[in-house]
Nanobody, 120 residues
Framework: QVQLVESGGGLVQPGGSLSLSCTAS????????MGWYRQAPGKERELVAH???????RYADSVKGRFTISRINGQNTVSLQMNSLKAEDAAVYYC??????????????WGQGTQVTVSS
């Protein structure tokens, strides 16, 4: 099985910074892409940032210029640096990965989520 483990969530003041990290482990042959999604109360889960093995990055318009995604190639690790945090950034953040378990089988995997609270 494949497991994603997140860390780094917590409480931060508006305008502050926070860094999240996620590592995938288990029966992974190759990781195609990793990223972050979030879900706030009363809202649908949305893409925050996404990065594939080729280095192509995607960001939600609401976080562009403030958040930065990065990966350590070959280590199945992804991080999210969040700067200039706003109250509307408060949500549960989920790590995502698309990975092959062998040479022909792939699936999408999700972490348990980590809470980010933005409050003074």
């Amino acid at each position: 099985q494949v497991q994603l483990v997140e860390s780094g969530g917590g409480l931060v003041q508006p305008g502050g910074s926070l860094s999240l990290s996620c590592t995938a482990s288990g029966s992974i042959f190759r990781t195609v892409a990793m990223g972050w999604y979030r879900q706030a109360p009363g809202k649908e889960r949305e893409l925050v940032a996404h990065r594939n093995s080729g280095g192509t990055e995607r960001y939600a318009d609401s976080v562009k210029g403030r958040f930065t995604i990065s990966r350590i190639n070959g280590q199945n690790t992804v991080s999210l640096q969040m700067n200039s945090l706003k109250a509307e950034d408060a949500a549960v953040y989920y790590c995502y990965a698309r990975a092959y378990s062998d040479f022909k089988s792939w699936d999408d995997y999700w972490g348990q989520g980590t809470q980010v609270t933005v409050s003074s």
